[in-house]
């Protein structure tokens, strides 16, 4: 069981970017799958979360607008997506599963992200 | 939101020696069906978090068993029994009750 995320990217504010997050050797319709943002000031934030079966989305508050949380079954891939990047999205951003008791049991290596004029 | 609060943010220890990690809720993550919706992870240098303990007290698949967790309501404690090299890095709990999932600060553990 894995999750396998896109490479990291460096981007100019104002551009728009989608990273993506593949799983594999599960039934990937049948878990949610969260995004998670990690940054050395603010430390593990939850973005949101989308159950690839339905694409039903709930989002944080504090993210709400600010991304697109969606999923593609038939590739078995989640997707991130910035309409318009801020220096302030720069971060590491995680996929992860949500399995048993709620818990994240699965996560993806990484996206590094970086926003720089 | 659900704020959670670690504590200690930095932790020394003593190889073989054991430690706890404490974190506190600002609401009860107590559920109605009994279980207690409180995680721990470890991050270890250059890695992913990965989850150690979920409903409080379960531990994941794979994880040594010198790894335990307890509390219930507010109050919750991560021990290890017996501290290894490969236990550094950085702990963190979640909160699972509600969205938005929040994290705490972190615990760093480290090798005196």
């Known amino acids: 069981v894995q999750l396998v995320q896109s490479g990291a990217e460096v981007k100019k504010p104002g551009e728009s970017l989608q990273i993506s997050c593949e799983g594999s050797a599960y039934s990937f319709i049948s878990y949610w799958i969260a995004w998670v943002r990690q940054t050395p000031g603010k430390g593990l934030e939850w973005m949101g979360i989308i159950y690839p079966g339905d694409s039903h989305t709930t989002y944080s508050p504090s993210f709400q607008g600010q991304v697109t949380i969606s999923a593609d079954k038939s590739i078995s891939t989640a997707y991130l997506q910035w309409s318009s990047l801020k220096a302030s999205d720069t971060g590491m951003y995680y996929c992860?599963?949500?399995?048993?008791?709620?818990?994240?049991?699965?996560w993806g290596q990484g996206t590094d992200v970086t926003v720089s004029s | 939101d659900i704020v959670m609060t670690q504590s200690p943010l930095s932790l020394p220890v003593t190889p073989g020696e054991p430690a706890s990690i404490s974190c506190r809720s600002s609401?009860?993550?107590?559920?109605?069906?009994?279980?207690?919706?409180l995680d721990w992870y470890l991050q270890k240098p250059g890695q992913s978090p990965q989850l150690l303990i979920y409903?409080?007290?379960n531990r994941a698949s794979g994880v040594p068993d010198r790894f335990s967790g307890s509390g219930s309501g507010t109050d919750f404690t991560l021990t290890i029994s017996r501290v290894e090299a490969e236990d550094v890095g950085v702990f963190y709990c979640?909160?699972?009750?509600?969205?938005?999932?929040?994290f705490g600060q972190g615990t760093k553990l480290d090798i005196k």
């Open positions: 992860v599963r949500r399995g048993l008791g709620d818990a994240f049991d699965v």
């Open positions: 409903l409080g007290s």
């Open positions: 979640r909160q699972a009750l509600q969205t938005p999932y929040t």
């Open positions: 609401q009860s993550l107590l559920y109605s069906n009994g279980n207690n919706y």
